[in-house]
């Protein structure tokens, strides 16, 4: 009964709190969409200018291929290989494509031909990208001139390339569920960072010493509230991720609820632990911030792949509940997979939330004493 009066205390404080409904109730999908729109790996329009020195038929099929590919954006026709090099300087370009004056002439006579391609390497991803892209029409282009007649017979391997899990390689597939897990990380950790420091201030925190509650009853107490409140924000993104970017739920929704408490259970532990060593409410939801923001974007493998990190950087990823969770999302929205293939996530999220919330309590204990 007394764990029960401290989550409803709790509830009726969020409820009396603008800033926690404007949290708990906006922010989420307010985020999902924003991020979920504006974070991608696709690359599209990237722009590009010629420098047609042969000036044919032939050179024109090829500038209609690129154009016409949907990858690339004509920015400007170059007439010299300065305003070439000046569309580059002034980043107003990230390819810049020459093609000499006999480009015709060696395509006429079968004999190859070449052209030179310059890369604006200041943004190296999507210069990758986009010479991926180029080298891909590029390819098409000549296999469509050089191809051997009809009667000759030539030996060659047959690549069939099956994609598993996101057949069209929507990046908004791969990005979402990443969103969601870093939402609901910050979001948890900021709701609870604030709700024990806030007994500190306004004084309440004397009747609560006074009073035979144990500390474990106090932190599930303060942590109900949250969890519910949480859930429904999951629903909420997941609805979201759902119908507005049509990302795929493939695996068991009761699988997803389970794992997402183990989840939210780490998220919250983690600012009920901020709450009890901070002061002030401010310095609390900073803190919050600095320890759940950061190592969800950047250590979780959202954005940078665990095994190219260094040994010592990938043992320490072994911490951060995001990289659980994100191959929950993953492996239930995309592949379908259940308890029997995440169990190992599932167990280290039990881990984790334990040693936070035990953490949690046990500094609080030094608080009573």
Known sequence: MRYLAIAKREALSIVRDPRSLFLVVFLPVMLLIVYGYGVTFDIRHVPVAFYDQ????????????????????????????ESLDRLLIGDKIILGIVIPPDFADHIIAKNGGEIQVLVNGSDANTANVAMGYQA??????????????????????????????????????????????????????????????????????????????????????????????SLSDVMLVVAAAYFVFNVPIRGNLLYLGFFTVLFLANALGIGLFVSTVSRTVSSSQMFAVLISLLPSILLSGFIFPIESMPRPIQAITYFVPARYFLVILRGIFLKGVGVDVLWPQALFLTANAAFFLTMAALKFKKKLD
């Open 54 to 81: 042969s000036r044919s038929a032939q050179s024109r099929d090829l500038i209609d291929r690129y154009l016409s590919s949907g990858y690339f954006l004509l920015r400007e026709s170059a007439n010299s290989r």
């Open 136 to 229: 891909a029409v590029f390819a098409d282009y000549t296999g469509d001139i050089f191809k051997p007649p009809s009667n000759l017979k030539i030996p060659s391997v047959d690549l069939r390339i099956r994609t598993w899990y996101n057949p069209e390689l929507k990046s908004s597939h791969f990005i979402v569920p990443g969103i969601i897990v870093i939402i609901m990380m910050l979001l948890g950790a900021i709701l609870t960072s604030s709700a024990i420091v806030r007994e500190k201030e306004t004084g309440s925190i004397e009747q609560i010493v006074a009073s035979p509650i144990k500390p474990w009853e106090y932190i599930l107490g303060k942590m109900t509230p949250y969890i519910v409140i």
